[in-house]
């Protein structure tokens, strides 16, 4: 699954799986990736997915848009592609990239309530009202391999689901000032410092190198 990751200043600030045939960019809180920030036009740009190409497309913005150093009005996107938008930019990872970030209720649920039943009353209904009020942890996880190599992950939610959905996918939940990792879906688990860590819930420690779904990432806090 082909993804794309906006950036600042080489940080990464939000990565998003091409799920939707069309993602809007923009200043307008409306839009799928908001970037309030001077130069961004209310709706900037969109990035179309059909099943055979995703292609970025500037809409009359002010400032334009420029793609690999050059303006760029409407592109088909391929490989590692870096779209300049004013102070941020947008990089396409094509489908080999090996790190994919999933938004998965079902999956959040499980992972919850196998690791914090004691929080709340068992219903997945309250699930995402369960860290409410605790304060996260300061962490990343940075890319070691494969087409995002490098890339920086900030670890802003309380839960965030990693790996390869059908294949293998674990959470990572930032809580109570530690962040744990979990497995929940798969036949093979997750690697921490090349030790297989099963269906325990590991709690990470800064340093530590997660290999899952065919991608090393290492952990920083």
Same mark, same amino acid.
């Given at each position: 699954?082909?993804?794309?990751?906006?950036?600042?200043?080489?940080?990464?600030?939000?990565?998003?799986?091409?799920?939707?045939?069309?993602?809007?960019?923009?200043?307008?809180?409306?839009? %799928?990736?908001?970037?309030?920030?001077? =130069? *961004? $036009?209310?709706?900037? /740009?969109? +990035?179309?997915?059909?099943?055979?190409?995703?292609?970025?497309?500037?809409?009359?913005?002010?400032?334009?848009?420029?793609?690999?150093?050059?303006?760029?009005?409407?592109?088909?996107?391929?490989?590692?592609?870096?779209?300049?938008?004013?102070?941020?930019?947008?990089?396409?990872?094509?489908?080999?990239?090996?790190?994919?970030?999933?938004?998965?209720?079902?999956?959040?649920?499980?992972?919850?309530?196998?690791?914090?039943?004691?929080?709340?009353?068992?219903?997945?209904? %309250?699930?995402?009202?369960?860290?409410? =009020? *605790? $304060?996260?942890?300061? /962490?990343? +996880?940075?890319?070691?391999?494969?087409?995002?190599?490098?890339?920086?992950?900030?670890?802003?939610?309380?839960?965030?689901?990693?790996?390869?959905?059908?294949?293998?996918?674990?959470?990572?939940?930032?809580?109570?000032?530690?962040?744990?990792?979990?497995?929940?879906?798969?036949?093979?688990?997750?690697?921490?410092?090349?030790?297989?860590?099963?269906?325990?819930?590991?709690?990470?420690?800064?340093?530590?190198?997660?290999?899952?779904?065919?991608?090393?990432?290492?952990?920083?806090?």
């Amino acid at each position: 699954m082909a993804t794309i990751i906006l950036a600042k200043d080489g940080i990464a600030l939000q990565e998003l799986p091409l799920l939707k045939t069309r993602i809007t960019i923009g200043r307008r809180t409306y839009n %799928d990736i908001v970037i309030d920030a001077p =130069g *961004i $036009s209310a709706e900037h /740009a969109v +990035i179309v997915t059909t099943p055979s190409e995703s292609y970025y497309e500037d809409l009359d913005s002010t400032n334009g848009s420029r793609l690999n150093g050059q303006p760029v009005k409407r592109h088909v996107l391929q490989g590692r592609d870096v779209i300049e938008l004013a102070t941020h930019t947008i990089q396409y990872c094509a489908n080999e990239s090996a790190y994919e970030a999933v938004a998965s209720p079902a999956l959040t649920s499980a992972a919850i309530q196998h690791q914090h039943a004691d929080r709340f009353s068992g219903n997945p209904a %309250d699930a995402d009202s369960a860290f409410d =009020g *605790i $304060s996260l942890s300061l /962490a990343l +996880i940075k890319m070691l391999n494969g087409p995002g190599k490098g890339t920086e992950i900030p670890l802003t939610k309380a839960l965030t689901t990693i790996g390869r959905p059908g294949a293998q996918v674990a959470v990572l939940t930032n809580a109570s000032n530690e962040v744990s990792l979990t497995h929940v879906e798969g036949d093979v688990y997750p690697v921490v410092n090349g030790v297989n860590i099963g269906l325990k819930t590991q709690v990470l420690k800064t340093g530590d190198v997660i290999h899952l779904s065919g991608t090393e990432m290492m952990f920083l806090s």
